[in-house]
């Protein structure tokens, strides 16, 4: 079983950084594919950032550039550095895991593991 809790949202005024931490317990280990994902009010859930077993990373459009994800193995712990904030980041976001594969495949549905999520307010 794996317990993933984040932490380090908060409110922001446009062109702001925060840096998001996700915690992982129980077995969980670096060959798996773990990622950031994000869900506005009223709106779909989105991929932001993935980081693969060999580190290898992969990030949305919207925040190419902006937003950087790494991780501490031994740690265990996931981390977003967002930087130059915008409204339209305003969202929930949530760190997940692919138990099942090292490489990262987008979709949300192949990840097992969900945090609770932590909530990023950016005003304009």
């Known amino acids: 079983q794996v317990q993933l809790v984040e932490s380090g949202g908060g409110s922001v005024q446009a062109g702001g950084s925060l840096r998001l931490s996700c915690a992982a317990s129980?077995?969980?280990?670096?060959?798996?594919?773990i990622a950031w994902f994000r869900q506005a009010p009223g709106k779909e859930r989105e991929g932001v950032a993935y980081?693969?077993?060999?580190?290898?990373?992969t990030y949305a459009d919207s925040v190419k550039g902006r937003f950087t994800i790494s991780k501490d193995n031994a740690k265990k712990i996931l981390y977003l550095q967002m930087n130059s904030l915008r409204p339209e980041d305003t969202a929930m976001y949530y760190c997940a895991a692919d138990p099942f594969r090292s490489i990262c495949l987008p979709q949300g549905r192949f990840f097992d593991y969900w945090g609770q999520g932590t909530q990023v307010t950016v005003s304009s």
């Open positions: 129980g077995n969980i280990y670096s060959r798996y594919c």
């Open positions: 980081i693969d077993s060999d580190s290898r990373t």
